[in-house]
């Protein structure tokens, strides 16, 4: 006996026929769409980019009973005035399409203020969830900012000083926002996690070998580093020792997995200024301070796939070098004051070139939009010279889309992060500034600028209150407060408490069996043990004259030898002296007035 069907049958549906019909109903659709821009096609007038003015579309919208129609469209009426609304409501819907992607336009209606410290922001980090921001800058500190956990004083929730006083280059967190690469003006890059506790240091190598394939890790400053896109436990450094290296997390930077060598056209040591990753992780890209640009396989550890020599000028710090997700673009950022754009495909010209972008910081970066349709930079500025500013420009062609002033100081790190849709801005006061849009971007700073601030619960303040209970017992009773001054008073009074200070140590060794400190040794410790006190603040003369009997009746050291020889004494006495004064006074002359009586 089985069980058969029972209750109701679960419907069917043929999957084959509704897409042919969802195929003709587009088809339909566009060729009526074509019909009518046959008939008559408004001009669309690009919007002018100025200054802090930014592109927004103002979409008027007629909904109808057709829109909310499902299946074919309804035919559009014959009327002219008809068919126009209707080509302006296809022209709005698309506009409306292409302004809800990510990254179409510049979120920088609202801004917010990060203050780090008063140095230069010379790196940035976030996550890829977005919840948690790094910064590091000259002041040779790393910050940590959770846009959860703050509110709308905007304040750090951590602080630290990873490699004691070199400042930081660059900051980077893995792909799955585990560690953070710190790179800083030393030979050791260092790995945090999330929270702020050290994970690894990477070795130091031998500065005094020449062949850098023998030592195990950098010997000179770091210029950059970043993680792996596709290896969430590999990361790559460069140095001014001529080498880009690889590293492992299972290592614990005992030992770098790979070096590759950077040189000049002459074959002579070239000093790495950045380098990168491509999107997929297949590529290794390093400019060097002769203006070269140089391309590796990650499968070839010695000869490069690209060499590209003057990309830049010769002797400046190129500062930026990034992919874009098509893996054959990239852009750089020179410390020629250009921007430049490159193809793989044909390297050996620059596809569009930016200029008069002044850059003063070795680490200023050039990134890609999230849709990768705009490219954005910093600008550098002198010291009350004007304002620091983030330039958008066309992808295509390079051309400056628009311009935002961010700071009275330089714009050096830029970020635009794709998820929150916000772009993040270091500048050289110290300052990171927030650029968002309330209605495009979500979570990061909306989460911080909407909470107030946390006020002091009084209930959490506890303040002893003095009760005072005079007929209570005396196992209960409390002393009452008293004034300090009668003690004060009293201490003064006290010939122990208020005793005069020993005088200071004068001399060599000491006085008075105290040693002067500065020893704390062993020997010091037993010659202040051993030590007497000879101090004798008694008459020198009478101190002698103490011994004068005793030298008279028991001759010892040099009366004695003497006795025979010895001349009677010719001092006078004071009687003698005296007596030979009154006899040389005459009578009847009048007494000097030295040897007169005082009255």
């Known amino acids: 006996m089985g069980f058969g069907g029972f209750g109701k049958k679960a419907k069917s549906f043929d999957l084959q026929a509704i897409f042919e019909e969802t195929r003709r109903t587009a088809q339909e659709r566009s060729k009526k769409n074509l019909e009518l821009n046959n008939i008559a096609v408004p001009t669309k007038e690009k919007p002018s980019v100025s200054e802090n003015t930014f592109m927004k579309k103002i979409i008027f919208r007629e909904e109808s009973d057709e829109d909310a129609t499902i299946g074919p469209p309804m035919p559009p009426p014959e009327s002219s005035g008809n068919k126009l609304n209707k080509e302006d409501t296809d022209d709005s819907d698309e506009s409306d399409e292409e302004e809800e992607e990510p990254g179409t336009f510049i979120p920088a209606t609202h801004e917010v203020s990060l203050k780090h410290g008063t140095k230069p922001v010379s790196s940035l980090a976030l996550d890829p969830s977005g919840a948690r921001l790094v910064t590091g800058s000259h002041d040779f500190e790393m910050r940590f900012w959770d846009f959860a956990g703050m509110d709308r004083a905007l304040q750090s929730f951590r602080h630290l000083t990873p490699c004691e006083c070199h400042h930081m280059m660059n900051l980077d967190f893995s792909s799955t926002g585990e560690h953070i690469l710190v790179v800083a003006a030393n030979s050791q890059a260092k790995v945090f996690d999330r929270d702020g506790y050290e994970v690894l240091e990477c070795v130091k190598g031998d500065q005094y070998l020449n062949d850098m394939y023998n030592t195990k890790g950098h010997n000179s400053m770091l210029n950059g580093g970043y993680w792996n896109p596709k290896i969430k436990d590999e990361f790559l450094t460069c140095s001014n020792d001529g080498t880009i290296r690889t590293w492992l997390l299972k290592d614990e930077g005992k030992k770098c997995q790979t070096i590759r060598k950077c040189k000049d056209k002459s074959g002579r040591r070239a000093q790495p200024t950045c380098c990168c990753y491509s999107r997929d992780g297949k590529l290794l890209a390093a400019a060097t301070n002769d203006g070269s640009i140089s391309l590796w396989d990650v499968k070839m550890k010695v000869h490069t796939t690209h060499v590209v020599r003057n990309a830049h000028t010769s002797g400046s710090d190129t500062s930026s070098i990034r992919f874009a997700h098509d893996n054959k673009t990239f852009c750089t950022r020179g410390g020629d004051d250009t921007v430049k754009l490159w193809d793989i495909r044909k390297i050996k010209h620059p596809v569009a070139t930016a200029c008069d972008l002044t850059n003063f910081f070795p680490v200023t970066d050039c990134i890609f939009s999230p849709n990768e349709k705009l490219l954005m930079t910093g600008t550098s500025v002198k010291r009350d010279a004007g304002r620091g500013k983030i330039v958008f420009m066309d992808r295509t062609d390079l051309e400056i889309v628009n311009e935002i002033e961010v700071s009275d100081s330089s714009a050096i790190r830029c970020l635009w992060h794709p998820k929150l849709n916000q772009i993040m801005v270091g500048t050289a006061d110290g300052n990171v500034k927030i650029l968002y849009d309330p209605e495009r971007s ?32 005396p196992l209960y009773r409390e002393d009452r407060e008293r004034s300090t001054k009668k003690q004060e008073e009293k201490d003064r009074k006290d010939p122990i408490k208020s005793h005069k200070p020993m005088a200071p140590l004068s001399g060599r060794g000491g006085a008075g069996g105290r040693l002067k400190a500065h020893g704390s040794t062993l020997a010091s410790f037993i010659m202040k043990s051993i030590a007497k006190d000879t101090h004798d603040d008694s008459n020198p003369r009478d101190a002698i004259l103490k011994h004068a009997t005793a030298a008279e009746s028991n001759p010892k050291w040099v009366s004695h030898a003497y006795a025979k020889t010895q001349p009677e004494t010719i001092f006078r006495t004071s009687d003698d002296s005296l007596s030979e004064d009154e006899d040389s006074h005459k009578p009847g002359e009048e007494e000097p007035s030295s040897k007169k009586m005082k009255p």
């Open 442 to 473: 979500v979570r990061g700073a909306k989460l911080s600028v909407v909470k107030k601030r946390k006020k002091l619960n009084q209930s959490e303040v506890f303040i002893r209150h003095k009760i005072i209970t005079p007929y209570s017992l």
